[in-house]
Structure formats: C-alpha cells, structure tokens
T-cell receptor
C-alpha cells in the first residue's frame, strides 16, 4: 500500500528553537499534502492543506507565520514550527493524497516537546 | 462545531465477537466517509471507505454501513481479534472540491482474550 514517511519521529528542544518536520510520499505522487495536530485524547485537527508548487491553505486559527509549510515537489512537504514555545508541544501528523478520490495516507507522526 | 462525532470514547469486546463502532455526522454535504485505525505514537492507517451512493462496503472482516437519512455510519469488525485493539477514527469529506477530512474524536477499542 501507499507509504508516507515522516521525519523526525520525536523532537525535544528548547523554547525559541525552530523545528522542521519532513513528510515524504515514497511510492506515489502526492498532489496534496495535509498537516494535522493532535492533542492528547483528542481528534486530529487539520492545520493546513498544501498543493505542490502553490501556497498552503491554512485553517482558521492557525498562524501561517508560525507554521511554515513548503510543498516543493510531488513527494515532499515540510512543516517548520518557528520559534517554538511550550504550547506548541504536540503530536504533528502529515498525510498525502494522490488522485482526487484516493484516501489520505498518513505518516507516523512527530512528537514535538518544547522545554 | 463538531461535524463528525464518535460518542463512545471506548469499547471493550471479547475476542471472536463482533465489534461495532459508531459515528454520526451533521454536515449533509459530506459524501465520502472513511475509517482509520491508529496505534499509539503512529499515524492513522486507512481501513475502509464508503461513498454516499452506497449503503454498505465490505472488505474481509471489516464492513462499513452508511445510513444517510440518519447521518450515521458504523464499522463492524467480525470476528474481533486482539490485534484490532487500537483507536478508531471515522472521517468525512466531500468527494469534489477540497479533500480535507473532518475527523471524529476516536473510539478506543479493546479486544479481550
């Protein structure tokens, strides 16, 4: 089946650091990639949708200057959490979708802990 | 506004019996529904989907039922196996237009030996 690789799986860093998370589709071309955030015992909340070669579309309440998304190719999207603070600590998950009606396939997530 | 709701946060089922997970939605524009399974510290894994033109879709031990008039879907797992223990999320979207999914809160399924 479709494979989406997300790296790193865990990050622990100091407040003020910027953290980059990569999401790669390994065996298909991802025309659209999604970034989610999940708080403990809660659902996945969509942060933004990105299409290859265009600007990401952010959901209401998500700061685009804080969560920078780049989707430079059909197999790679990155999320950069800029100047991270403890409240940004969360589980971030990416997903990728190929043709319009294909299910999204998810990476294994990144546990971000800001001290 | 929770457009997709899973009202049972947890469910325990004996191995070999049927597991039934329920999901309700409020947005009548949704026409494509999916179930994902999630283990701790991993991303969700796609299980099965159904479009609004159908009322049932079956794949091995997994069957999804859709009742459009009630805006309700359910996932049946039979027979349940210990490896099925996980958190199950239902999700909904529109087939046309933006592909973004709206997820329910998840139901933690525990299969007891």
């Amino acid at each position: 089946g479709a494979v989406v690789s997300q790296h790193p799986s865990r990050v622990i860093c100091k407040s003020g650091t910027s953290v980059k998370i990569e999401c790669r589709s390994l065996d298909f071309q991802a025309t659209t990639m999604f970034w989610y955030r999940q708080f403990p015992k809660q659902s996945l909340m969509l942060m933004a949708t990105s299409n290859e070669g265009s600007k990401a579309t952010y959901e209401q309440g998500v700061e685009k200057d804080k969560f920078l998304i780049n989707h430079a190719s059909l197999t790679l999207s990155t999320l950069t959490v800029t100047s991270a603070h403890p409240e940004d600590s969360s589980f971030y998950i990416c997903s990728a979708s190929g043709r319009n009606n294909q299910p999204q396939h998810f990476g294994d997530g990144t546990r971000l802990s800001i001290l | 506004d929770q457009q997709v709701k899973q009202n049972s946060p947890s469910l325990s089922v004996q191995e070999g019996r049927i597991s039934i997970l329920n999901c309700d939605y409020t947005n009548s524009m949704f026409d494509y529904f999916l179930w994902y399974k999630k283990y701790p510290a991993e991303g969700p894994t796609f299980l099965i989907s159904i479009s609004s033109i159908k009322d049932k879709n079956e794949d091995g031990r997994f069957t999804v039922f859709l009742n459009k008039s009630a805006k309700h879907l359910s996932l049946h797992i039979v027979p349940s196996q210990p490896g099925d223990s996980a958190v199950y999320f239902c999700a909904a979207r529109r087939i046309q237009g933006a592909q973004k999914l709206v997820f329910g809160q998840g139901t933690r399924l525990t299969i007891n030996p």
